[in-house]
T-cell receptor, first 115, second 114 residues
Framework: NAGVTQTPKFQVLKTGQSMTLQCAQDMNHEYMSWYRQDPGMGLRLIHYSVGAGITDQGEVPNGYNVSRSTTEDFPLRLLSAAPSQTSVYFC??????????????FGSGTRLTVV | AQTVTQSQPEMSVQEAETVTLSCTYDTSESDYYLFWYKQPPSRQMILVIRQEAYKQQNATENRFSVNFQKAAKSFSLKISDSQLGDAAMYFCAPGSYNTDKLIFGTGTRLQVFP
């Protein structure tokens, strides 16, 4: 089925380890974003992209890197994991600007725990 | 910078009744969009309704409608004839047309009682 696929669904990391959260969509969406969700803080924008080769920072970019070499993929890299990065991470995509036509399509999330 | 405030961490409503969730935001831009998203216990984010800031007419989607007050920067969501399936977290999200950023509020947890 078409949609946004996030892998892994769950991950436990040790402090200082690095890893990549994968996000792929097969809907030919230009716009993709990464959010983190923490209790009481809603969803906070980490990085976003308006097309292949174009990325920009969101509200909380520190400690994360992204790249967008293809339209389909938008991986999120944690360079040196810290306990403060324990969160649920959501990837989202849209065909239209800001998802104005049909909203963003969200992945099912990755629950990351850093110990 | 955009900011958004949802002042009601939790709300409750009886089935078949009406409830209104509030949202205020701050932006210096003239062109923007406003959205309400719903997140049920499944954690899946679902678009509820959207509003273009340049449109004065309030958006409606079946039992869901908004009260958009541009001058007051207020964007409340009204749910009529509440159903048990409406129980979820609701997030208000203004989107900047210029920066492509969609910023979410902290959410309101809605409980629906039979």
């Amino acid at each position: 089925n078409a949609g946004v696929t996030q892998t892994p669904k769950f991950q436990v990391l040790k402090t200082g380890q690095s890893m990549t959260l994968q996000c792929a969509q097969d809907m030919n969406h230009e716009y993709m974003s990464w959010y983190r969700q923490d209790p009481g803080m809603g969803l906070r924008l980490i990085h976003y992209s308006v097309g292949a080769g174009i990325t920009d920072q969101g509200e909380v970019p520190n400690g994360y890197n992204v790249s967008r070499s293809t339209t389909e993929d938008f991986p999120l890299r944690l360079l040196s994991a810290a306990p403060s990065q324990t969160s649920v991470y959501f990837c989202a995509s849209s065909y239209s600007h800001l998802g104005q036509d049909h909203g963003y399509t969200f992945g099912s999330g990755t629950r990351l725990t850093v110990v | 910078a955009q900011t958004v405030t949802q002042s009601q961490p939790e709300m409750s409503v009886q089935e078949a009744e009406t409830v209104t969730l509030s949202c205020t935001y701050d932006t210096s831009e003239s062109d923007y969009y406003l959205f309400w998203y719903k997140q049920p216990p499944s954690r899946q984010m679902i678009l509820v309704i959207r509003q273009e800031a340049y449109k004065q007419q309030n958006a409606t989607e079946n039992r869901f409608s908004v009260n958009f007050q541009k001058a007051a920067k207020s964007f409340s969501l009204k749910i009529s004839d509440s159903q048990l399936g409406d129980a979820a977290m609701y997030f208000c999200a203004p989107g900047s047309y210029n920066t492509d950023k969609l910023i979410f509020g902290t959410g309101t947890r809605l409980q629906v009682f039979p």
